[in-house]
């Protein structure tokens, strides 16, 4: 059995000093639950406790006995800020006369490596999560939803030389108005040479120069999905260093993947490259440090995606805009670097999530129908396709924009120029009653994500 669980509160060193803490776990059980019986499962997930641990991963036990200890019990060790390691240990005493109170109750006892009380933690069941944790309940496939997402994480690259392979997260920063750009790539020269691991972080503080950084090259490694240097990704996680920056960022996959160029061809490799956002309203949750100045995200929005190929377009441009409430827009304009075909026009790749619903059903198929007109600082898309019609207007700041080179697979160069502030105005039009009516309006200022790739 699996289900998700999230505990929040405060937690108090022995010095008396406060802050909150939290955790967010996914269980997993060898067996159904029982009332009259124990059972022990494992658990792993993510710890934030106020000075001591951003968003760090956890593991552990639970072990479940309502009547016969009448108890639950949470064991877990993590890893600290400060690189010591320190285990949680606590556990909800079950009392039938106050069930709701003993059930969404947890204190608990935070101890370093040597066995030594650091503090103590007082936690409560968060009841507006209560549907997330019901339906993980209940439903054994929605539990395994994490799994599933990181699936489209996993390392497609398989040795062979001329192909490159691409991890990136973009996010907000929702109370300082900063946006982030993290980039992990794997490049697999055509010559056959060694691929090479590298990448960067670039950050858009507003009404400031955004920062880059990069990271590598190194040799591929095995084991985790990326790393390089001190530079890490794992399902739902990316840490590292580069330079003076550093970061410890944790998201949890909860929502669906977009696939902008279709399931058919992220599957099959049916295109010279293909893009999948494996979560594109995401939640960034944990710390970015750069010299004396740290971030603190809670919350920030933004999107986990992927590229596989053989390497970039000729041309392209992107963007990615969080429209609220779970609706989101995914566009890919690109023209294939491939011998024949950099003169055609770019081919518009659209996936708009409305109300849960993924418009138009084949972003392949639609691709014809929708026209961009690429540039700087403005760029346009249109297109019309299934009773409704999409037009969107990006604007980027060279101000609010870093340009960074590419070395691609055949050893040829690219720019992109990217803005993690851009504005966008996005128009959705729906045929009704033989008349063009609009369905939505958005306009979102310093939250768009966006690039344009030329080259060299």
């Not at 204190?107 to 999560?129: K, L, M, R």
């Not at 007109?373 to 403005?378: E, I, M, Q, Y």
């Amino acid at each position: 059995m699996r289900f998700v669980e999230s505990m929040v509160g405060t937690w108090q060193r022995r010095d008396s000093t406060q802050g909150p803490f939290r955790f967010d776990i996914e269980v997993q059980t060898p067996e159904p639950i029982g009332l009259l019986r124990t059972i022990v499962g494992k658990v792993e997930g993510t710890v934030e406790a106020a000075g001591l641990a951003s968003a760090t991963r956890v593991s552990g036990t639970i072990e479940i006995s309502p009547m016969v200890e009448r108890r639950i019990r949470y064991t877990f060790e993590f890893p600290g800020d400060d690189g010591s390691a320190y285990r949680f240990d606590g556990w909800k005493s079950i009392s039938w006369l106050h069930a709701l109170h003993s059930w969404t109750t947890l204190p608990g006892t935070i101890y370093d490596s040597e066995g030594a009380v650091v503090g103590t933690a007082d936690t409560h069941f968060p009841f507006q999560t209560a549907g997330h944790f019901l339906a993980s309940m209940l439903c054994p496939a929605s539990a395994g939803r994490l799994r599933g997402r990181q699936g489209y994480e996993a390392r497609r690259w398989d040795g062979r030389p001329g192909r490159l392979e691409v991890w990136y997260d973009t996010f907000t920063d929702p109370t300082s108005g900063t946006g982030f750009w993290l980039h992990h790539e794997i490049v697999a020269p055509s010559t056959g040479d060694k691929a090479e691991a590298h990448g960067w972080i670039s950050i858009f503080p507003p009404e400031e120069t955004p920062l880059l950084n990069r990271f590598g090259p190194a040799p591929v490694s095995d084991g985790a999905l990326f790393s390089c240097e001190d530079v890490v990704v794992e399902p739902g996680r990316c840490s590292g260093r580069a330079g003076h920056v550093s970061w410890d960022l944790t998201h949890s996959f909860e929502s669906r993947p977009l696939f902008t160029t279709s399931r058919l061809a992220w599957k099959h490799n049916l295109l010279p490259s293909a893009q999948i956002v494996s979560s594109p309203t995401e939640q960034f949750r944990g710390t970015v440090t750069t010299g004396d100045r740290t971030w603190t995200l809670e919350g920030a929005p933004g999107g986990a995606a992927r590229i596989y190929g053989h390497g970039n377009a000729e041309r392209w441009g992107w963007l990615h805009a969080d429209l609220g409430g779970g609706d989101v827009l995914e566009v890919v304009a690109a023209v294939s670097h491939k011998s024949g075909l950099r003169r055609l026009r770019p081919l518009a790749l659209v996936q708009l999530r409305v109300e849960g619903e993924d418009w138009p059903p084949n972003p392949l198929l639609a691709a014809m129908s929708f026209h961009a007109s690429l540039g700087l600082p403005d760029w346009t898309m249109m297109g019309r396709w299934g009773g409704r019609i999409l037009w969107l207007r990006v604007h980027q700041d060279a101000e609010a924009s870093v340009r960074v080179a590419y070395r691609d697979t055949d050893g040829s160069s690219a720019t992109c120029v990217n803005s993690e502030r851009s504005d966008a105005h996005i128009v959705l039009l729906r045929r009704s009653a033989g008349s063009w009516a609009m369905e939505r309006n958005w306009r979102l200022a310093s939250t768009a994500h966006s690039e344009i790739g030329t080259r060299p």
